[in-house]
Nanobody
């Protein structure tokens, strides 16, 4: 069974630099694109960052470019999101999600890589940024 479990959220002051983790089980990263998404109160879910496991390509939303960094430790089957210079508008529930290359629904876009038709989601971790 494919499982994704996020951790690392909490209350952070503006300007802080927490790191979120997404531990995967039931699959290995070799054949997946892994991404981070977020949903702020009253807003739709949006993509934050995506990583293609095949070549390590990374993609970022404009709102976090230069502040957030996605990375992975394949030996630990874990993906990270390092968040720097947090702003109150970064307050949201953060989810990690995975798209399997061979699912039949996978597709790639130059702007966002392979994190489009997601096959698995974590339960989310809340990040609250205080001003």
């Amino acid at each position: 069974e494919v499982q994704l479990v996020e951790s690392g959220g909490g209350l952070v002051q503006a300007g802080g630099s927490p790191r979120l983790s997404c531990a995967a089980s039931g699959f290995t990263f070799d054949d997946y694109a892994i991404g981070w998404f977020r949903q702020a109160p009253g807003k739709e879910r949006e993509g934050v960052s995506c990583m293609s496991s095949s070549d390590g390509s990374t993609y970022y939303a404009d709102s976090v470019k230069g502040r957030f960094t996605i990375s992975s430790d394949n030996a630990k089957n874990t993906v990270y999101l390092q968040m720097n210079s947090l702003r109150p508008e970064d307050t949201a529930v953060y989810y990690c999600a995975a798209s399997w290359y061979y699912s039949g629904t996978y597709y790639y876009t130059p702007q966002w890589g392979g994190c489009n038709a997601l096959d698995a989601w974590g339960q989310g971790t809340l990040v609250t940024v205080s001003s």
